[in-house]
């Protein structure tokens, strides 16, 4: 059964920096794509970050190049997002999501706020 666990959210103030994690189980992770899609209060879901599985290229949203680092440990069977410089903006649920067998997994969120 594919699980996606996030963790790592909270609170933390404007310029300061946050790792969430993405404990993955029931499918071979280390061939599978692997994604950060996060949704801010009142807004539909925007995609943040995607990371291969065979030459660990990344791709990033416009909004978060630059301060945001995805990357993932094949051995640990997990993903990460390194946050920088945060932004009131960034205030969102954040989800790890997949695809495995015609099928899109996602994580049950993890809350990072940025107050203003």
């Known amino acids: 059964q594919v699980q996606l666990v996030e963790s790592g959210g909270g609170l933390v103030q404007p310029g300061g920096s946050l790792t969430l994690s993405c404990a993955a189980h029931g499918f071979t992770f280390n061939t599978t794509w692997m994604n950060w899609v996060r949704q801010a209060p009142g807004k539909g879901l925007e995609w943040v970050s995607t990371i291969y599985n065979d030459n660990y290229s990344a791709y990033y949203a416009d909004g978060t190049k630059g301060r945001f680092t995805i990357s993932r440990d094949n051995a640990k069977n997990t993903v990460y997002l390194h946050m920088n410089s945060l932004k009131p903006e960034d205030t969102a649920v954040y989800y790890c999501?997949?695809?495995?067998?015609?099928?899109?997994?996602w994580g049950q969120g993890t809350q990072v706020t940025v107050p203003s």
């Open positions: 999501t997949t695809g495995h067998d015609a099928m899109i997994y």
